[in-house]
């Protein structure tokens, strides 16, 4: 039931529909014809919904930032650069993140298993006399007791070490000093760069009581260089080459995959103590230069500490080290390892991990850990800005915490002589700059004392 003056409102529905709405004073061609011009196809197809319209407005305002953005961003990074200067400057801030495999740190490190048995009198070799290497007294103490890391701290307790002058002469017939070190002849041919190491060892330790093995999976006898030396030096250098089933008679390793041939079998971490346990003696890295007799440390058996940050997953290297022959501090090494399976070559678990277990378990055994030397004996330009010697391959010449760095008597020169070697860290394309603290205190010095020593031959 209509009433007068009321219009229906539109009906809506589907496609199909639309023909029974239709107004029946127009035709289908007349009806398609006022569809079009009041619903255009772009208006009722094309046209995005007001909420992707909104969206798009959304993201073309962030293509331009507004200039309060702008404003913030001008004023805080300043700010920002400033508080990050005055902290570091105001500031020592330190700290370590490390992420343990579990399966790895759980049986292993926490808590320590109980030694092999090695220290057990029934087991130590006649060749090491236990009473006298690790309960024995000494005449020096080589390891701190605390961590140095402020300003020259470790340098100075270098210097506390006396010369060898102040040993107990050697016995008559004592056997010469064994020292070691490695070149893989398959890395390239051994050239001056080498050599460096070879003249600091005969300019720094008593030639006439030392004996230098250069260890090689290859033959190096053919090498100039190398031939040089041994005519030079026919009682205190020889050239050797490795057989790692030889070096490891008597070891847990026998009979097991550690000592596969190949590249893993001749990685440096394994020929130091594999050739430490057969030979015994002192291992020293080929990519250092030793600065000063190593005789008064040789009453310790030890490893060094591997820089001053201390971390507790790298507190201890092997570049230089000591041990006695058939020592039983290496006997529990390779106990531990042939009890945790080969590792990969480049794997720490034959260096800093591997030393870190041993200690461990020793001390939970209530049996003396071997020494840690510090950090600068070895390695003194591994630690902060502020207690350092420079970068062995600093350029040109400067001064060092307002002292000469280059100048003999001066500064730098001094504290060279408190420390024992300077470790170089492989880096065998880089050279010496002229100029620079090695070439003018330490190699011009190598070779004046050889040429002195060659004129008393």
């Known amino acids: ?17 639309r023909s029974r709405h ?22 009722r197809d094309n046209d995005p919904p007001s909420r992707h319209r909104r969206r798009w407005q959304l993201s073309s305002a962030f293509r331009r930032p507004p200039r309060l953005l702008l404003l913030l961003l001008a004023v805080l990074t300043p700010v920002s650069l400033f508080a990050f200067y005055w902290v570091r400057s105001a500031f020592d801030p330190r700290g370590t993140l490390i992420f343990y495999p579990r399966q790895w740190i759980q049986p ?14 029934d087991n130590v070799s006649p060749l090491y006399n236990i009473s006298e290497r690790v309960y024995g007294a000494k005449h020096t103490d080589i390891q701190a007791g605390i961590i140095m890391q402020l300003d020259m701290d470790c340098l100075d307790f270098a210097g506390t070490i006396p010369d060898a002058s102040h040993l107990p002469p050697r016995p008559p017939g004592a056997p010469r000093t064994k020292y ?8 390239e041919p ?8 070879l003249k600091s060892f005969f300019a720094t330790q008593p030639v006439e009581r030392s004996l230098l093995i250069l260890w090689s999976d290859g033959n190096l006898s053919g090498n100039t260089i190398l031939r040089r030396y041994v005519e030079r030096y026919p009682d205190a250098f020889e050239l050797r080459i490795l057989d790692t089933a030889s070096l490891a008679k008597g070891t847990a390793l026998v009979g097991t995959k550690h000592l596969l041939d190949g590249i893993a079998a001749y990685s440096e971490d394994r020929v130091r103590l594999l050739v430490l346990w057969s030979e015994g003696g002192v291992w020293v890295d080929v990519d250092s230069l030793l600065t000063r007799d190593l005789t008064p440390l040789l009453e310790h058996e030890f490893v060094t500490q591997w820089d001053c940050y201390d971390q507790s997953d790298r507190t201890q290297n092997g570049a230089l080290m000591h041990f006695y022959q058939n020592s039983p501090y290496l006997c529990e090494a390779f106990h531990i390892l042939a009890e945790s399976g080969p590792p990969p070559p480049s794997s720490p678990d034959w260096g800093a991990n591997l030393y870190a277990k041993i200690w461990r378990r020793l001390v939970a055994d209530g049996i003396p850990p071997f020494r840690q030397l510090p950090f600068c004996f070895s390695d003194s330009h591994s630690c902060r800005s502020h207690n350092r010697i420079p970068h062995p391959f600093e350029s040109g010449g400067g001064s060092w915490f307002g002292r000469a760095a280059t100048e003999e008597g001066e500064g730098l020169d001094p504290r060279l002589s408190q420390v024992f070697s300077i470790h170089l860290h492989h880096l065998w394309k880089k050279d010496f700059p002229s100029g620079g603290w090695v070439r003018n205190l330490l190699l011009s010095r190598y070779e004046r004392t050889l040429a002195a020593k060659e004129t008393h031959l």
């Open 1 to 17: 039931m209509s009433r007068a003056g009321y219009t229906p409102l539109p009906t809506y529905g589907p496609a199909d529909a």
């Open 22 to 43: 239709r107004s029946t004073s127009r035709s289908p061609t007349e009806e398609n014809a006022f569809l079009s011009h009041e619903y255009p196809p772009s208006s």
């Open 108 to 121: 292993t490190l926490i808590p320590p298993p109980p030694l092999a048995g090695c220290f057990k009198p």
């Open 180 to 187: 070691h070190t490695y070149w893989r002849s398959d890395r």
């Open 190 to 197: 051994f050239r001056e760069r080498q050599e460096w190491m």
